[in-house]
């Protein structure tokens, strides 16, 4: 784990860290002393995959706004605004990563509920116990 966020940080700033760098991170996350800081070869961390940054895009994988994923091809998310919930369906690619498009647009738990019956049909019942902390109708 510690190594993965070594090599996010090393993404994100796009440089090797140095072994100062190491000895902070490991003291803020609580890391005893059990590795050894002087052991770590820190030019051998790569980063394994993409990090998953938080995106404003409706369409985007790691859109900020996702209330509940129903299952790998549904999800449901708030719209930029904050006036409606958005059912939407996996379709195509976007950046590489799985992109979403608006099926259903609701403005009350009913409404989504009933968008998620007729598009969906039935779904987990861990699904319908996040439906249901919704509240009736979605604030602006």
Not at 20 to 29: G, L, N, Q, S, V
Not at 76 to 99: F, M, S, T, Y
Request: with cysteine.
């Amino acid at each position: 784990m510690f190594h993965f966020i070594l090599s996010s940080i090393k993404s994100i700033i796009n440089k090797d860290p140095s072994k100062e760098f190491f000895i902070e991170i490991k003291e803020a996350i609580g890391l005893d002393d059990t590795i050894d800081d002087q052991s770590v070869d820190l030019s051998l961390i790569q980063v394994t995959g993409p990090v998953s940054v938080p995106d404003n895009r409706e369409r985007s994988d790691t859109y900020t706004n996702i209330v509940f994923r129903i299952n790998d091809r549904w999800r449901v998310i708030i719209c930029p605004e904050g006036i409606q919930w958005i059912l939407q369906k996996r379709k195509g690619n976007l950046d590489g990563r799985p992109a979403w498009n608006g099926v259903k647009f609701c403005r009350s738990k009913v409404g989504l509920s009933r968008a998620l019956k007729e598009e969906v049909g039935d779904v987990s019942p861990e699904v319908d116990a996040q439906l249901a902390q919704l509240p009736d109708w979605i604030e602006s």
